[in-house]
């Protein structure tokens, strides 16, 4: 393909915009080719490029292009600069049926073939020596995934930031059978983006005038009875994903499901990047775990402390990590520099390999406990590395429920007595910050205190702690002796019950802080959680609906995470059986998801004896995290 005429940015960067690169189909994506140039003319000879697909506009700033000082996030032409500037081309390209590419936008399902497609088009141009390094945070990670089950030509390494699907079904838009909210918020939004984007003005109008707020109050949507009923091609895929419960072969699909396809994809290097507070934290240690199955394929695992794609940032809600927090400074000099260094060290011969331990985790925790000048609890954290995850010199525990509210290392008696409580599905409990992007303006995640408050959707008792519901369950350990981290996965077993066909059950680890000037009531920071539907609870989407009163063992699967108890703090741990609308609500019924519109109150009962050890699981690092 001969390239259209290019604009000069400076002497040494030259761009060609708007490269309609055809698809298999025929379908042409809107492509934006960055190249090095000399005196403003571009150089002859090839060089190594790279790739990043977004439904985000490649014309638009990357949310992730922010480093400390600065406020608004880099332009794509200045990134892109700095990459041709140290001898790359690179590519931006927009998604199918997004911004100026061609065809109907269908999440995550079309990027495969397109990314293939794309690399098989640069990896035969003049300007590409043939090798391809692919980066791009979120759903540019996801399309960098999805490509690679492919096995494209010329793919040469990988960064994937905060995405990547290993298997959607568990993390992404399902966890534990029940459905991710964080799917409708963002299918809204991203609908609106499309129409101005197209200029599709009645669309636009429509969109915005629908209360997203009072929707979520009338859940389940259906065909023409939601909020993007202005927008079918978007209703139709969010309708999709919500109602497809069973694990069959639409959830093995190449784009959402990798963990299918570890041996195909090639053995690049990799570098994973996540945060405790991100929603895809399964997803990245899944694909670091399935990648280091292979042999010689270089791996290079961080996980910082705060929100989704925010690694400069040293706070995620109401809870502060310190300065240490970011990754610039700390990891490495910057995010940029990170990005460069290793594709100079994988895509170019004779680079010198980077000295950087292969791991580097952000423990959580340590801090004063105080508020700090801006008003947020200082929790504070430090990084710690190693050689590979987990990470070397821990431990299980595992922590017993027990009557009246207690969790302790103790198994429980014989003839503890089990614990009843009414699960109303039109009074859901309030979903309180957790790991969540994408949820604005209806929910957002970070660490707060569990506590009512007009910030948050669903709370009617502004103050009132989440404990003091009658159907959220709390057990708390005594308060710790001495420091204890928790490094790694979190998982809890219930040995429950439930008068009904269907329901779930939650589960919600918890750092508590003891009272102070600041915090007279203490400050319950959550952590981690997870959920489990009974009707999918073998994890196979073949529904098996509950015996009315029979025991069912139930394994809750919350994200993993890492974080130092203090001395004198409490480990609590809550169990319920809503969390909305970080989820959808069981109707308690037995009804497929999204489908009926009749709900129940459920009794709902967690065992607690000796023959039912009920009981949260985590594993400790010794001498307190190093």
Known sequence: MTLPPHDILSDEVIVHRDVMVAMRDGVR?????YRPAHGGRPIKAPAPALLERTPYGKLQPSRSEVEPGMSEPMRREQVASHFVRHGYALVYQDCRGRYGSEGVFTKYLSEGPDGFDTMDWIA????????????????????????????????????????????????????GGAFELKQATWAYGQAIEAAKAAGEERV????????????????????????????????????????????????????????????????????LMSSWFDAYVPTTLENYAGFAQGAGRPLTLIMGAGLHGDRNATFAGDVDFGAQASFSGHVAPSWLEFRRLWFDRWMKQGQEPASAAPVNIFLMGGGSGRKTARGRLDHGGRWISGQHWPLPGVRPQSYFLHPAGRLSTRLPESAAAPISYSFDPDRPVPTIGGALTSGKPVFEGGGFDQREDERFFGCVAPGLPLAARRDVLSFESEPLAEDMAVVGPVTVTLFAATDGLDTDFTAKLIDVYPPNNDYPAGFAMNLTDGIIRCRLRHGDGIPCLAVPGATMELTIRLFATANLFKAGHRIRLDISSSNFPKFDVNPN????????R?????????LLDAAHPSRLEIALMDSAGG
């Open 124 to 175: 035969t141009q003049s300007w590409c020596d043939g090798r391809i390094g692919t980066m791009g945070l979120s759903y540019a990670a996801h399309t960098q995934l999805a490509a690679a089950c492919l096995a494209p030509p010329g793919l040469t390494a990988m960064i994937l930031d905060s995405g990547g699907f290993s298997n959607a079904y568990t993390c992404g838009i399902r966890q």
């Open 204 to 271: 636009l109008a429509a969109l915005e005038a629908e209360p997203l707020h009072d929707w979520f109050n009338a859940m389940p949507w259906s065909e023409g009875r939601s909020p993007l009923r202005a927008s079918p091609d978007y209703e139709a895929y969010l309708l999709e994903q919500w109602r497809h419960e069973a694990f069959d072969a639409h959830w093995k699909q190449i784009g959402i499901y990798a963990a299918g396809f570890y041996d195909a994809i090639p053995p690049v290097p990799v570098a």
């Open 589 to 596: 019924t037995g009804e497929p998801a999204g489908v009926g």
């Open 29 to 33: 994506l809107a492509t934006d080719i």
């Open 598 to 606: 009749a709900r129940r109150v459920a009794c709902n009962t967690v």
